[in-house]
Nanobody, 124 residues
Framework: QERLVESGGGLVQAGGSLRLSCAASGRTFSTYSMGWFRQVPGKEREFVAGISWIGGSTFYADSVKGRFTISRDNAKNTAYLQMNSLKPDDTAVYYC?????????????????WGQGTQVTVSS
């Protein structure tokens, strides 16, 4: 079982950067694909980025491609989301999630464990 805890959210001006962290407490972090999702009130949770546990292949939503970078440090049981050139439309609660799948899916149903979320607010 994995317990996930996000950190690093906050308030930033448009054009700024934030780095989110997702710390996992289980012993099998390196065997999970990891994903980042975001959600705003009244909308479904949407896929942002994912990284596989084999080979570290990365996947991004078109809306963040070129601005966000997902990475992982298996020695630290931590996944990261580096967010640059932030826009007001990036404002949301950001969640990290762990999947037993080899490839991180883009649906929230593909994931087995979730963190509690961290708020990111981008002001214009």
């Amino acid at each position: 079982q994995e317990r996930l805890v996000e950190s690093g959210g906050g308030l930033v001006q448009a054009g700024g950067s934030l780095r989110l962290s997702c710390a996992a407490s289980g012993r099998t972090f390196s065997t999970y694909s990891m994903g980042w999702f975001r959600q705003v009130p009244g909308k479904e949770r949407e896929f942002v980025a994912g990284i596989s546990w084999i080979g570290g292949s990365t996947f991004y939503a078109d809306s963040v491609k070129g601005r966000f970078t997902i990475s992982r440090d298996n020695a630290k049981n931590t996944a990261y989301l580096q967010m640059n050139s932030l826009k007001p439309d990036d404002t949301a609660v950001y969640y990290c999630a762990a999947s037993r799948g080899v490839i991180p899916g883009i649906s929230s149903h593909d994931y087995n464990y979730w963190g509690q979320g961290t708020q990111v607010t981008v002001s214009s």
